[in-house]
Protein backbone atom coordinates (compact mmCIF):
# COMPACT_ATOMS: atom_id res chain seq x y z
CA UNK A 1 0.00 0.00 0.00
CA UNK A 2 2.95 2.65 0.77
CA UNK A 3 4.08 2.25 -2.68
CA UNK A 4 1.17 2.85 -4.53
CA UNK A 5 0.61 5.80 -2.75
CA UNK A 6 3.92 7.03 -3.23
CA UNK A 7 3.02 6.53 -6.76
CA UNK A 8 -0.46 8.60 -6.26
CA UNK A 9 1.83 11.46 -4.66
CA UNK A 10 4.36 11.43 -7.36
CA UNK A 11 1.76 11.72 -10.21
CA UNK A 12 -0.37 14.11 -8.13
CA UNK A 13 2.89 16.26 -7.70
CA UNK A 14 3.36 15.74 -11.76
CA UNK A 15 0.02 17.01 -12.87
CA UNK A 16 -0.06 19.88 -9.97
CA UNK A 17 3.21 20.91 -10.92
CA UNK A 18 2.89 20.74 -15.32
CA UNK A 19 5.67 22.81 -16.90
CA UNK A 20 7.16 23.48 -14.07
CA UNK A 21 10.97 21.49 -14.33
CA UNK A 22 14.33 22.63 -12.55
CA UNK A 23 16.37 24.62 -14.50
CA UNK A 24 20.28 25.07 -13.73
CA UNK A 25 20.78 28.68 -13.30
CA UNK A 26 24.52 29.75 -14.34
CA UNK A 27 25.97 29.28 -11.19
CA UNK A 28 25.54 25.28 -10.98
CA UNK A 29 22.39 25.67 -8.90
CA UNK A 30 18.98 24.65 -9.21
CA UNK A 31 15.88 26.64 -9.47
CA UNK A 32 12.21 26.03 -10.21
CA UNK A 33 10.75 27.65 -13.26
CA UNK A 34 7.36 27.82 -14.97
CA UNK A 35 8.77 29.05 -18.21
CA UNK A 36 8.65 32.53 -17.10
CA UNK A 37 11.22 35.41 -18.19
CA UNK A 38 12.86 37.31 -14.86
CA UNK A 39 10.90 40.02 -14.21
CA UNK A 40 13.97 42.14 -13.60
CA UNK A 41 16.81 41.99 -15.71
CA UNK A 42 19.05 43.63 -12.40
CA UNK A 43 18.83 43.59 -8.93
CA UNK A 44 19.05 46.61 -7.17
CA UNK A 45 20.69 46.43 -3.67
CA UNK A 46 19.84 48.90 -1.11
CA UNK A 47 20.32 48.43 2.55
CA UNK A 48 18.10 51.52 3.78
CA UNK A 49 14.73 50.99 5.30
CA UNK A 50 11.99 52.02 2.74
CA UNK A 51 14.72 52.26 -0.22
CA UNK A 52 12.65 49.89 -2.98
CA UNK A 53 10.13 52.88 -2.36
CA UNK A 54 12.34 55.67 -2.42
CA UNK A 55 13.98 53.90 -5.95
CA UNK A 56 10.35 53.51 -7.01
CA UNK A 57 9.57 57.25 -6.82
CA UNK A 58 12.89 58.55 -7.88
CA UNK A 59 12.90 56.53 -10.99
CA UNK A 60 9.15 57.84 -11.82
CA UNK A 61 10.18 61.25 -10.74
CA UNK A 62 13.08 61.02 -13.25
CA UNK A 63 11.18 59.43 -15.86
CA UNK A 64 8.06 62.23 -15.34
CA UNK A 65 10.21 65.22 -15.56
CA UNK A 66 12.27 63.68 -19.33
CA UNK A 67 8.40 63.04 -20.12
CA UNK A 68 7.30 66.97 -19.23
CA UNK A 69 10.21 68.39 -20.94
CA UNK A 70 9.88 66.33 -23.99
CA UNK A 71 6.72 67.22 -23.94
CA UNK A 72 7.09 70.74 -24.32
CA UNK A 73 9.86 70.67 -26.15
CA UNK A 74 7.70 69.02 -28.67
CA UNK A 75 4.52 71.48 -28.59
CA UNK A 76 6.98 74.46 -28.65
CA UNK A 77 8.64 72.40 -31.84
CA UNK A 78 5.32 72.07 -33.55
CA UNK A 79 4.71 75.82 -33.56
CA UNK A 80 7.64 76.33 -35.69
CA UNK A 81 6.75 73.39 -38.28
CA UNK A 82 8.96 70.49 -36.85
CA UNK A 83 8.16 66.80 -36.68
CA UNK A 84 7.65 65.69 -33.42
CA UNK A 85 10.49 63.01 -33.91
CA UNK A 86 11.99 65.69 -35.53
CA UNK A 87 12.08 67.39 -31.96
CA UNK A 88 13.46 64.56 -30.15
CA UNK A 89 16.30 63.88 -32.60
CA UNK A 90 17.54 67.33 -32.08
CA UNK A 91 19.56 67.41 -29.33
CA UNK A 92 21.51 64.36 -30.70
CA UNK A 93 21.84 66.09 -34.33
CA UNK A 94 22.91 69.09 -32.51
CA UNK A 95 26.04 67.74 -30.87
CA UNK A 96 24.01 67.54 -27.34
CA UNK A 97 24.71 63.87 -27.46
CA UNK A 98 23.12 60.78 -25.47
CA UNK A 99 21.73 62.13 -21.80
CA UNK A 100 22.26 58.76 -20.45
CA UNK A 101 26.13 59.01 -21.43
CA UNK A 102 26.36 62.73 -20.54
CA UNK A 103 25.32 61.89 -17.03
CA UNK A 104 26.87 58.97 -16.61
CA UNK A 105 30.31 59.75 -18.12
CA UNK A 106 30.22 63.44 -16.57
CA UNK A 107 27.94 63.69 -13.89
CA UNK A 108 28.33 60.30 -12.07
CA UNK A 109 32.14 60.59 -12.12
CA UNK A 110 32.31 63.97 -11.44
CA UNK A 111 34.60 64.88 -14.08
CA UNK A 112 32.36 67.73 -15.56
CA UNK A 113 34.26 67.37 -19.09
CA UNK A 114 31.54 67.89 -21.99
CA UNK A 115 32.75 70.99 -23.36
CA UNK A 116 29.42 72.89 -23.06
CA UNK A 117 29.41 75.96 -20.74
CA UNK A 118 26.85 76.48 -18.59
CA UNK A 119 26.01 80.06 -19.84
CA UNK A 120 25.44 79.14 -23.20
CA UNK A 121 23.09 76.47 -22.13
CA UNK A 122 20.94 79.28 -20.09
CA UNK A 123 21.38 81.24 -22.32
CA UNK A 124 19.53 79.21 -25.65
CA UNK A 125 16.85 78.39 -21.61
CA UNK A 126 16.46 81.69 -22.26
CA UNK A 127 15.76 81.51 -26.15
CA UNK A 128 13.27 78.71 -25.77
CA UNK A 129 11.22 80.58 -22.84
CA UNK A 130 11.24 83.99 -24.89
CA UNK A 131 10.18 81.72 -27.93
CA UNK A 132 7.27 79.89 -25.90
CA UNK A 133 5.67 83.37 -24.89
CA UNK A 134 6.21 84.84 -28.40
CA UNK A 135 3.96 81.70 -29.89
CA UNK A 136 1.97 81.44 -26.98
CA UNK A 137 2.89 78.37 -25.49
CA UNK A 138 2.28 77.33 -21.88
CA UNK A 139 5.80 75.82 -20.83
CA UNK A 140 6.11 75.70 -17.38
CA UNK A 141 8.99 73.20 -17.19
CA UNK A 142 11.09 75.66 -19.25
CA UNK A 143 10.28 78.48 -16.73
CA UNK A 144 11.41 76.50 -13.75
CA UNK A 145 14.31 74.99 -15.70
CA UNK A 146 15.74 78.68 -16.75
CA UNK A 147 14.95 79.81 -12.96
CA UNK A 148 17.39 77.19 -11.94
CA UNK A 149 19.84 77.17 -14.39
CA UNK A 150 20.26 81.39 -13.68
CA UNK A 151 20.80 80.79 -10.27
CA UNK A 152 23.29 78.24 -10.76
CA UNK A 153 25.27 80.58 -13.64
CA UNK A 154 25.53 82.95 -10.86
CA UNK A 155 27.16 80.50 -8.18
CA UNK A 156 29.39 79.06 -10.34
CA UNK A 157 30.10 81.03 -13.48
CA UNK A 158 28.88 81.28 -17.39
CA UNK A 159 32.18 79.08 -18.42
CA UNK A 160 31.42 75.99 -15.91
CA UNK A 161 30.78 72.93 -17.62
CA UNK A 162 27.34 72.24 -17.79
CA UNK A 163 27.74 69.24 -16.63
CA UNK A 164 28.57 70.51 -13.10
CA UNK A 165 24.95 72.10 -12.45
CA UNK A 166 25.00 69.07 -9.72
CA UNK A 167 27.12 71.40 -7.80
CA UNK A 168 24.64 74.34 -7.60
CA UNK A 169 22.37 71.30 -6.27
CA UNK A 170 24.80 70.51 -3.71
CA UNK A 171 25.23 73.99 -2.61
CA UNK A 172 21.30 74.57 -1.97
CA UNK A 173 20.44 75.05 1.88
CA UNK A 174 18.40 72.13 3.82
CA UNK A 175 14.31 72.02 3.63
CA UNK A 176 15.19 71.33 7.37
CA UNK A 177 15.33 74.41 9.52
CA UNK A 178 18.81 74.90 11.53
CA UNK A 179 18.59 73.44 14.74
CA UNK A 180 18.32 75.91 17.49
CA UNK A 181 21.52 76.19 19.79
CA UNK A 182 20.79 76.39 23.69
CA UNK A 183 22.78 78.98 24.89
CA UNK A 184 25.74 77.84 27.20
CA UNK A 185 25.19 77.99 30.95
CA UNK A 186 27.94 80.09 32.32
CA UNK A 187 30.18 78.48 34.59
CA UNK A 188 31.35 79.88 38.00
CA UNK A 189 33.86 82.50 38.49
CA UNK A 190 33.49 83.71 34.76
CA UNK A 191 32.73 86.57 33.58
CA UNK A 192 29.10 86.81 32.07
CA UNK A 193 29.14 87.23 28.41
CA UNK A 194 27.06 89.92 26.60
Known sequence: MP??????????????????????????????????????????????AGAAQAASAIADYLRSARLLAASEA????QRF??????????????????LDATLRRDVVTRRFETGVQLGLVRRNLDLAARLAVATDTRSPLIDATLAAWSAA????????????????????????????QEPKPETAGSAPTV
Open 153 to 180: ERKLGYGADHSSIIKWLETLPSLKPAPE
Open 81 to 98: GFEPATVLDLSDQLGGGD
Open 3 to 48: MNWRRGASTWWRRRHSGRRRRPRKDGSRSWSAGRKPRAAKILRADA
Open 74 to 77: IRLG
